[in-house]
C-alpha cells in the first residue's frame, strides 16, 4: 500500500483522484483550504465516502500559499510514497490583464 498525499482535493480532479486511488487500495492524504468553511461539503463527503467504504482516506487541511499550514499538515502525515501537486488558482479574463507578479 502506497502513502498518497493529493494536494487540491475540494474539487476536481484531486477530489476524483482521492477517491479513486483510495478505493485501490492506496493510504491516501486528501489536502485542501478551509475544511471548516468553504470547502466543508467537500471535506465531509470525501471523509463520509472512506467511512462507509472502509478506507483509508484522511482529509487534512493544507493551504500550499501558506508555510505554516504547509509545515502543520506535514507534521501529521508520518510518511509520504507519491504526491500529487494538484493545487492551483484560476483566473478570470484575458491573460493580457494580469500582471507577472499574480502568476508567481
Given amino acids: 500500500m502506497k502513502k498518497i498525499l493529493i494536494t487540491g482535493c475540494s474539487s476536481g480532479f484531486g477530489y476524483n483522484s482521492a477517491k479513486y486511488f483510495a478505493e485501490k487500495g492506496q493510504h491516501v492524504y486528501a489536502t485542501m483550504r478551509n475544511i471548516n468553511g468553504k470547502n466543508a461539503t467537500s471535506a465531509t463527503e470525501l471523509s463520509d465516502f472512506a467511512n462507509s467504504n472502509d478506507l483509508k482516506l484522511e482529509v ?19 510518511e509520504v510514497d507519491v504526491l500529487i501537486n494538484n493545487a492551483g488558482m484560476g483566473f478570470g479574463g484575458p491573460i493580457e490583464a494580469f500582471s507577472s507578479a499574480q502568476f508567481l
Fill in 60 to 78: 487534512i487541511e493544507m493551504d500550499v500559499t501558506s508555510d505554516e499550514s504547509v509545515n502543520s499538515a506535514v507534521s501529521q502525515i508520518p
